[in-house]
């Protein structure tokens, strides 16, 4: 956080920067303190170089234990394919879903997640294996 604060207090100070890139940098910033606590949000501040990226970073993000059970996380590479409401294929790596009644996983966005098995309307539990795949426990019928 302090590190932040000295960014803008030299944003402040530096009166022979262009302007324009003074404002894209700063409302980066904003964006990255705005985001600090988003799960897996990577700042656009490269931490080796102390410089500010303007390309996607695809870095491995922190992972965050949410206690969901449909929060997911992806280790390493690849992506979560959604299908925005505008029927769109789309990728993400923000794997915050929640279950809709019509038990469809969708994201904070609406977007719903592709390629996932039926799930049961009796189904009991959801879980994940090691591989990814999603497994869910049925209601024993009596």
Do not use: W
Not at 98 to 126: C, Q, R, V
């Amino acid at each position: 956080m302090k590190k932040y604060i000295l960014h803008i207090l030299l944003f402040i100070f530096l009166a022979s920067c262009n302007k324009n890139e003074l404002l894209d940098e700063y409302n980066i910033l904003l964006s990255d303190l705005n985001n600090s606590y988003t799960c897996g949000y990577k700042s656009h501040l490269d931490p080796l170089t102390n410089t500010f990226c303007h390309k996607i970073n695809l870095a491995q993000g922190a992972l965050i234990l949410t206690e969901q059970p449909i929060n997911f996380a992806i280790m390493g590479e690849g992506f979560f394919k959604v299908v925005t409401k505008d029927r769109l294929i789309a990728f993400t790596r923000n794997g915050e879903f929640t279950l809709t009644h019509d038990l469809k996983f969708i994201n904070s966005s609406g977007a719903i997640l592709a390629d996932i098995p039926y799930l049961p309307e009796d189904f009991i539990e959801i879980f994940i294996t090691n591989t990814g795949c999603i497994k869910y426990k049925k209601r024993i019928q009596k």
